[in-house]
C-alpha cells in the first residue's frame, strides 16, 4: 500500500475544475450538417426512419439556412434527389440538376455559408450504384470520368468543395485533373477515403432513394474488417491531391478516425452517418435513453478519437446545445 495516493479524483471533484481540465471539447466550427434537396416546389418532408431531418425543395430552404446560419454553423453538405434516374447518372452532372440549383439558391441566400457538395452517381442511376455498369460490373474509369464531370459541374454552380463518395479507384486525381484544367485550382476535395460497405447507411438510402437495384457496394465500398486498407486509401487519396480525408462511418471506426490521425497530417473528418442518427432517435422516443445526453458524449467520443470536422444530423442540435 502507498503512503501517497495518486488522487485522480481531486479534479473531478468540482465541475469547474472537471471544466478547466476537460481535453476534449465540442465547438459549433466542428460541425457540418447535410440537407436533402428535392425537385418540386412547397415540399418540406420529414424522412419517415430519420425524425427531424427534412427533403426541401430549393424555395423552402430559406428558413432552414437561416436557422444554420442562426446558430452559426459554418459548413453544409448538399445531397440531391434528381427528377429522373437513367443507366449514366446523367442528372447528377446537368447544369440545371438539383444539386446545382440547390448550390446557386443557397449562395444567394447566403454566400458566407460553406456549401460542400456529395459526389455520386448513385442517387441518379437506374441500377442505384455508384457508378456505371457493363455486363453486371460497375466499372472503374468510365465512372470516374463522369464523377469528375459531377465535381466539375458542382464547381461551375458556385460549390466551395466538392466530397466524393462513390470509392472508385484514381477519383481523387480524377476529379482534381479536371477541376485544374477548367481553373478550379483553388477548391478543395474533401474525399470519403475510407467509405466502408456498412449497414448503417440503411435510413440514408431510403431519404435519398439511393439502394443499389441488385447487388450491393461490396466491390467498391471497403470491408469493415479492414484497417490497413483503410490506411492505404487514405495515402491513396492524399497522394492523389485530397485536402480533407473522412472516415464513414464513425462510430463503430473511431479506430480507424485514431490511425489516420496518428499517420496523417491533413484534417480528418468523420460522417456520424444516418444509421447512427436513427438509433439514438429511436431509443429516445421510446424513453430507453437520453438523447441530450447520448449525443452529446457520442459527437465528443468522435472529436476524441481525432476527427477535425464531423458532419452530422444532429448539427443543429448540438449547437442548441452548446449555446444553453
Ligand atoms: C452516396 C452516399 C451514401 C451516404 C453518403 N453518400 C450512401 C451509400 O453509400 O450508400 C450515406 C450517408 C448516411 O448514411 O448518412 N454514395
Not at 431531418?53 to 430549393?58: A, E
Not at 463522369?146 to 466551395?160: F, Q
Amino acid at each position: 500500500m502507498l503512503d501517497i495516493v495518486r488522487r485522480n479524483r481531486r479534479l473531478r471533484e468540482k465541475s469547474p475544475i472537471r471544466a478547466l481540465v476537460r481535453e476534449t471539447k465540442l465547438h459549433v466550427d466542428d460541425f457540418v450538417y447535410p440537407l436533402f434537396v428535392t425537385h418540386g416546389v412547397g415540399i418540406k418532408e420529414e424522412i419517415p426512419s430519420m425524425p427531424g431531418v427534412f427533403h426541401y425543395s430549393i424555395d423552402m430552404l430559406q428558413d432552414e439556412i437561416e436557422v444554420i446560419t442562426n446558430l452559426k454553423i459554418k459548413a453544409v453538405l448538399i445531397f440531391g434527389l434528381p427528377e429522373y434516374k437513367d443507366d449514366q447518372g446523367t442528372s447528377a452532372y446537368i447544369e440545371d440538376g438539383i444539386v446545382q440549383q440547390a448550390v446557386r439558391h443557397i449562395k444567394n441566400l447566403n454566400k458566407e455559408l460553406y456549401v460542400i457538395t456529395d459526389v455520386c452517381l448513385c442517387q441518379y442511376t437506374s441500377h442505384g450504384h455508384c457508378g456505371i455498369i457493363e455486363n453486371g460490373l460497375v466499372l472503374n474509369d468510365p465512372s470516374v470520368q463522369l464523377i469528375a464531370k459531377t465535381a466539375l459541374s458542382h464547381a461551375r454552380a458556385g460549390a466551395d468543395m466538392v466530397a466524393p463518395s462513390d470509392m472508385m479507384d484514381g477519383r481523387i486525381s480524377g476529379i482534381r485533373a479536371l477541376l485544374d484544367i477548367e481553373g478550379y485550382q483553388n477548391l478543395p476535395i474533401m474525399s470519403y477515403s475510407s467509405k466502408f460497405s456498412s449497414s448503417f447507411y440503411g435510413p440514408f438510402r431510403e431519404a435519398a432513394d439511393s439502394a443499389p437495384q441488385f447487388g450491393d457496394r461490396k466491390s467498391y465500398q471497403m470491408d469493415y474488417c479492414n484497417s490497413r486498407e483503410a490506411m492505404m486509401e487514405m495515402e491513396l487519396d492524399i497522394q492523389e491531391g485530397a485536402d480533407i480525408i473522412m472516415v464513414k462511418p464513425a462510430l463503430s471506426y473511431l479506430d480507424i478516425i485514431k490511425q489516420g490521425k496518428e499517420h496523417f497530417n491533413v484534417p480528418m473528418a468523420a460522417y456520424n452517418v444516418s444509421g447512427e442518427y436513427s438509433m439514438i432517435k429511436a431509443a429516445s422516443k421510446m424513453g430507453w435513453i437520453d438523447e441530450k445526453q447520448i449525443v452529446t458524449e457520442v459527437l465528443t467520443s468522435i472529436k476524441r478519437a481525432g476527427a477535425d470536422i464531423i458532419i452530422t444530423y444532429f448539427a443543429k442540435d448540438i449547437v442548441k446545445w452548446l449555446n444553453e
